[in-house]
């Protein structure tokens, strides 16, 4: 690749990138290009997950996180229905341990019901009747919209139907290297020249955005969540999703189970701090700034 021309260049293509460049073509914008560093699709975070398709309860109602959380969870559907992808439509029971959690509980309930989502408060005979395993709850909230698929699937299918439109081209193993002059980039196979450049690097973002002389007040701090798979033979034990009662005040959903698109079932996440925005395994994604994330970890600034 030498010196080529777009009108849109996308850095990044992961589910983000990806299915702002389906949304272009809905628009009408003919000439796409996407940049991805690594040689396959899904190689992190859009890959790297459960799978689960959230309905919307969790989120402040009139926010744009809890519009789009119930919209994407039909939309997704409707595209997984279409392409024959793989879809689970398994619902999810979230249960209050104890009285304390109550409140919370029918908070998200009402939450839901601002939102659009669909939620139930079920008694404990109901619970048990979707899930026999699950901890005796007085009372729990059912979610009969939650779903899980395949991202790897979908990812591919999304690239698929961008390359057959005839409108978008994506360069794999081909990594921004920095900007060489207005509107124009640096790869390892040469220079593009863009009208418009669109940041989807995910945990790369800030970076690139710094090189346009934005956001540098802000730098991400890469964090992990970890499962655990239940053994096989056990898989019996949970039929759908089982999640608590999150502590609200925080962005997690708390450690759960999930039954994936593969059947296997999984518990987790943990979430701690990475030593690298690839640092995925105990020693591997270690890098430049690993001692620098180090230090701000342990309360130092360099």
């Keep these: 690749m030498e010196q080529k021309q777009c009108q849109i260049l996308i850095v990044g293509a992961g589910i983000t990138g990806l299915t702002i460049a389906r949304e272009l073509i809905h628009r009408g914008v003919g000439d796409i290009v996407i940049l991805e560093k690594e040689n396959a699709l899904g190689l992190h975070a859009s890959g790297r997950n459960s799978g689960v398709l959230h309905a919307g309860m969790y989120y402040t109602p009139d926010t744009l996180k809890a519009k789009y959380c119930v919209?994407?969870?039909?939309?997704?559907?409707?595209?997984?229905?279409?392409?024959?992808?793989?879809?689970?439509?398994?619902?999810?029971?979230?249960?209050?341990?104890?009285?304390?959690?109550?409140?919370?509980?029918?908070?998200?309930?009402?939450?839901?019901d601002l939102c659009g989502a669909r939620a139930h408060i079920i008694d404990n005979k109901k619970l048990h009747e979707l899930e026999p395993y699950a901890a005796?709850?007085?009372?729990?909230?059912?979610?009969?919209?939650?779903?899980?698929?395949?991202?790897?699937?979908?990812?591919?299918?999304?690239?698929?139907?961008?390359?057959?439109?005839?409108?978008?081209?994506?360069?794999?193993?081909?990594?921004?290297?920095?900007?060489?002059?207005?509107?124009?980039?640096?790869?390892?196979?040469?220079?593009?020249?863009?009208?418009?450049l669109i940041n989807a690097a995910g945990a790369?973002?800030?970076?690139?955005?710094?090189?346009?002389?934005?956001?540098?007040?802000y730098e991400l701090l890469p964090f992990k969540g970890t499962y655990k798979q239940v053994a096989r033979?056990?898989?019996?034990?949970?039929?759908?999703?089982?999640?608590?009662?999150?502590?609200?005040?925080?962005?997690?959903?708390?450690?759960?189970?999930?039954r994936s698109a593969d059947g296997e079932i999984?518990?987790?996440?943990?979430?701690?701090?990475?030593?690298?925005?690839?640092?995925?395994?105990?020693?591997?994604?270690?890098?430049?700034?690993t001692f620098s994330i180090l230090l701000r970890d342990i309360g130092f600034n360099i």
Excluded: W
């Excluded at 059912?142 to 961008?162: C, F, G, N, Q, Y």
């Excluded at 081209?169 to 640096?186: E, I, M, P, R, S």
């Excluded at 759908?240 to 502590?247: A, E």
């Design 266 to 289: 999984l518990v987790g996440p943990t979430a701690m701090p990475a030593f690298g925005r690839e640092n995925y395994g105990i020693l591997s994604g270690f890098g430049r700034e």
């Design 233 to 258: 033979d056990r898989s019996f034990l949970v039929r759908s999703n089982i999640y608590p009662v999150p502590d609200l005040r925080t962005p997690f959903l708390g450690v759960h189970f999930t």
């Design 71 to 112: 919209d994407g969870n039909r939309m997704m559907k409707e595209f997984c229905r279409k392409k024959k992808l793989t879809l689970h439509e398994s619902g999810k029971v979230i249960l209050a341990t104890g009285p304390s959690e109550m409140e919370a509980l029918y908070e998200l309930k009402r939450r839901a």
């Design 136 to 196: 005796d709850s007085e009372e729990a909230l059912h979610s009969p919209d939650t779903a899980v698929i395949k991202p790897v699937e979908v990812l591919r299918a999304l690239e698929a139907e961008l390359v057959e439109s005839g409108k978008v081209t994506v360069h794999y193993g081909t990594t921004f290297k920095g900007l060489a002059g207005d509107n124009q980039v640096k790869t390892p196979g040469g220079t593009i020249k863009f009208e418009k």
């Design 204 to 217: 790369y973002a800030d970076h690139i955005a710094h090189q346009f002389g934005l956001a540098k007040e």
